[in-house]
C-alpha cells in the first residue's frame, strides 16, 4: 500500500525527536519539515500542510510556555508528537458523521461517480463488506449507459454470493433502480446497493439521471465513488458532483496504488464529506473501513483498537447467543480448545489477515511481514492441526496432551501429539507450538475477565 510510504516517512520523523536530547525550535522546526515534506509528496495541498504546520507550532509553544518549569523533556516529546498526532487527524477529518446502516431495516445505498473510478467494483465490495457482518445485501444495476456494465455485475456479485438485479432490455436506468428496490424490498433485504451510471467527464446529462435514480429510490445515503488517483483534485470533482447529488459519503479507491491518495483524503475532507471506506486493490475484500483518528493511528503503526472492536462487535451481533457464551467460557476461564479454533476461524471471515492484523497495536512488524496467503495458510494450517484431535480433546484445556510432574507442572508431551501430527501431516514441534499459542492466548483472555475477552486479550498482549 503506497500510504505505508508516507507512514514510514512521518514515522521516520518522530523517531528522530525521539532521538533529540532537547526539544528547542531547530528540533520542532526540523521535524515539521520532514512531517510537511512527507505530506506534500502524497499531494495535500500546500494550504493545508502550511496550516498544519502553523498549528502544531502554536500549539507546542502555547503548552511549553504554561509548563516551561515543570516540563521535563518527555513530556515535551510528547506534547510536540500528540500535537502532530491531532493535526494530521484533523486533515482528513471532515467533522461529518456518516450514516451507519442499521438491522432490521432497509438501507439503501446509491453508487454515483465518473466512469472508470471503480463503482461497480466497490459496489460489490460494499456487498460483501454487510454481508459479512450479518445483513442481507443486494446490488441492483441501473448502469445502462456502460456496455456490460450489468455483466460485470453478474460476474462479480455471482463470486461474490450476493445477489442481484439487472436488465439486459431495459434502457431506462430510473426503472430499472425502481424495479430492483422494490423487489428486493419485499424480500427483505437489508442493505441494498444501487449502481448508477458513469460519464467519462462531469456532464449534466449524468447528473439529471443520477437525481431522476435518486427521486426514484430515495437513498439513505449516496456514495460518491473517487479514484485516489485524482490526488487534491478530488476536491473540485466533490465539490461539482455535491451541487447536483447530494451525497452523504464518500469512497476513495485505488489507495493501493497512487502516491497521490493522502493528497485526495486531505482534500476530501476538506469538502466537510466523511469518507466511509478507502479501496485497497482489486479483490473484494480490498476495502478498508476509513474513520480519520483509527485511520492516523495505524498509519503511524500504532494500532486500531477502535476498528478491530467494531469487527468483533460485527461478529457478536450475527451470533449474539455464542459470543455470550464465549464470554462466560472466558470469564471462568474455560476456553476449550474448540472455542479457541472458532475464534480463529471468525478473524479468518473478516477479512485478510494483514488487515486484521495491523489493527492490533504492538504486533511485532515481522508478524505482519509476508503475504496475505501465507498468514491465511499459517492460521489454516492451524485448523488442520485441531481438525485432527478427538472431539474429547477439542473440548479440553489442552491437558490430555501433556503429562505432568508431582508439582503439576506439565514435564512431557503424550502420544497423543505424535498421532495429531501424523494426521494432520504436520510435524510433532508444529502441534506443539499450536498447544503453546492456545494456552497463552486461554490465560491470557481469563486475565482479561471476558467482556470482549480475546480482544482485550491481544491488547494485554502489548
Ligand atoms: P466503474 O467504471 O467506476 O464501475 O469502474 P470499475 O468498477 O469497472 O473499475 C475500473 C477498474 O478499476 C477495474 O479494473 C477495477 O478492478 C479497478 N479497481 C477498482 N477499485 C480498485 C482499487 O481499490 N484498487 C485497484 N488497484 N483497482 C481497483
Known amino acids: 500500500m503506497v500510504l505505508a510510504d508516507l507512514g514510514r516517512k512521518l514515522n521516520a520523523?518522530?523517531?528522530?525527536?525521539?532521538?533529540?536530547?532537547?526539544?528547542?525550535?531547530?528540533?520542532?522546526?526540523?521535524?515539521?519539515?520532514?512531517?510537511?515534506?512527507?505530506?506534500?509528496?502524497?499531494?495535500?495541498?500546500?494550504?493545508?500542510?502550511?496550516?498544519?504546520?502553523?498549528?502544531?507550532?502554536?500549539?507546542?509553544?502555547?503548552?511549553?510556555?504554561?509548563?516551561?518549569?515543570?516540563?521535563?523533556?518527555?513530556?515535551?516529546?510528547?506534547?510536540?508528537?500528540?500535537?502532530?498526532?491531532?493535526?494530521?487527524?484533523?486533515?482528513?477529518?471532515?467533522?461529518?458523521?456518516?450514516?451507519?446502516?442499521?438491522?432490521?431495516?432497509?438501507?439503501?445505498?446509491?453508487?454515483?461517480?465518473?466512469?472508470?473510478?471503480g463503482k461497480t467494483t466497490t459496489c460489490t465490495k460494499l456487498a460483501v463488506h454487510y454481508q459479512k457482518r450479518g445483513f442481507k445485501s443486494c446490488i441492483v444495476c441501473a448502469d445502462t449507459f456502460r456496455a456490460g456494465a450489468f455483466d460485470q455485475t453478474r460476474q462479480s456479485a455471482t463470486k461474490a454470493k450476493v445477489a442481484y438485479f439487472g436488465s439486459y432490455t431495459e434502457t431506462d436506468p430510473v426503472a430499472i433502480a425502481a424495479q430492483g428496490v422494490a423487489k428486493f424490498k419485499k424480500e427483505k433485504f437489508e442493505v441494498i446497493i444501487v449502481d448508477t451510471s458513469g460519464r467519462h467527464k462531469q456532464e449534466g446529462e449524468l447528473f439529471e439521471?443520477?437525481?431522476?435514480?435518486?427521486?426514484?429510490?430515495?437513498?439513505?445515503?449516496?456514495?460518491?465513488?473517487?479514484?485516489?488517483?485524482?490526488?487534491?483534485?478530488?476536491?473540485?470533482?466533490?465539490?461539482?458532483?455535491?451541487?447536483?447529488?447530494?451525497?452523504?459519503?464518500?469512497?476513495?479507491?485505488?489507495?493501493?496504488?497512487?502516491?497521490?491518495?493522502?493528497?485526495?483524503?486531505?482534500?476530501?475532507?476538506?469538502t466537510q464529506t466523511p469518507i466511509i471506506f478507502l479501496g485497497t486493490g482489486e479483490h473484494l475484500t480490498d476495502l478498508d473501513r476509513f474513520s480519520p483518528q483509527p485511520f492516523i493511528s495505524k498509519l503511524l503503526g500504532l494500532g486500531d483498537v477502535q476498528g478491530l472492536m467494531e469487527h468483533m462487535q460485527d461478529l457478536a451481533t450475527q451470533n449474539p447467543d455464542r459470543q455470550k457464551e464465549m464470554a462466560k467460557k472466558l470469564e471462568e476461564g474455560k476456553l476449550s480448545i474448540r472455542d479457541w479454533?472458532?475464534?480463529?476461524?471468525?478473524?479468518?471471515?473478516?477479512?485478510?489477515?494483514?488487515?486484521?492484523?495491523?489493527?492490533?497495536?504492538?504486533?511485532?512488524?515481522?508478524?505482519?511481514?509476508?503475504?496475505?496467503?501465507?498468514?491465511?495458510?499459517?492460521?489454516?494450517?492451524?485448523?488442520?492441526?485441531?481438525?485432527?484431535?478427538?472431539?474429547?480433546?477439542?473440548?479440553?484445556?489442552?491437558?490430555?496432551f501433556m503429562e505432568f510432574g508431582k508439582d503439576g507442572k506439565p514435564v512431557a508431551l503424550t502420544w497423543r501429539v505424535t498421532r495429531v501430527a501424523r494426521g494432520s501431516g504436520t510435524s510433532v514441534r508444529e502441534v506443539e507450538e499450536v498447544l503453546c499459542q492456545y494456552r497463552v492466548m486461554a490465560s491470557m483472555a481469563k486475565q482479561a475477565g471476558g467482556k470482549n475477552g480475546w480482544l482485550q486479550a491481544m491488547q494485554k498482549m502489548q
Open 209 to 270: 439521471e443520477m437525481v431522476q435514480i435518486g427521486n426514484a429510490v430515495k437513498p439513505d445515503m449516496t456514495v460518491l465513488i473517487l479514484d485516489a488517483s485524482i490526488g487534491q483534485a478530488a476536491e473540485a470533482q466533490s465539490r461539482a458532483f455535491k451541487e447536483s447529488a447530494d451525497f452523504g459519503a464518500i469512497i476513495v479507491t485505488k489507495m493501493d496504488g497512487h502516491a497521490k491518495g493522502g493528497g485526495a483524503i486531505s482534500a476530501v475532507a476538506a
Open 13 to 117: 520523523a518522530l523517531s528522530s525527536l525521539n532521538r533529540a536530547p532537547v526539544v528547542d525550535d531547530k528540533v520542532l522546526d526540523a521535524l515539521l519539515k520532514e512531517v510537511c515534506a512527507a505530506l506534500l509528496e502524497t499531494d495535500v495541498n500546500v494550504k493545508l500542510v502550511q496550516q498544519l504546520r502553523s498549528k502544531v507550532k502554536t500549539k507546542v509553544k502555547a503548552t511549553f510556555e504554561s509548563t516551561a518549569d515543570k516540563a521535563k523533556e518527555t513530556n515535551r516529546k510528547q506534547v510536540v508528537q500528540k500535537a502532530i498526532f491531532d493535526e494530521l487527524v484533523n486533515l482528513v477529518d471532515p467533522g461529518v458523521e456518516p450514516y451507519k446502516p442499521k438491522k432490521g431495516h432497509f438501507n439503501v445505498i446509491m453508487a454515483v461517480g465518473l466512469q472508470g473510478n
Open 341 to 400: 479454533r472458532e475464534q480463529i476461524q471468525n478473524v479468518m471471515n473478516l477479512g485478510p489477515i494483514s488487515k486484521i492484523a495491523s489493527m492490533i497495536p504492538g504486533l511485532p512488524q515481522e508478524l505482519l511481514q509476508g503475504s496475505d496467503e501465507d498468514g491465511a495458510a499459517r492460521m489454516r494450517r492451524m485448523i488442520y492441526i485441531t481438525d485432527s484431535m478427538t472431539s474429547a480433546e477439542l473440548d479440553s484445556d489442552g491437558s490430555p
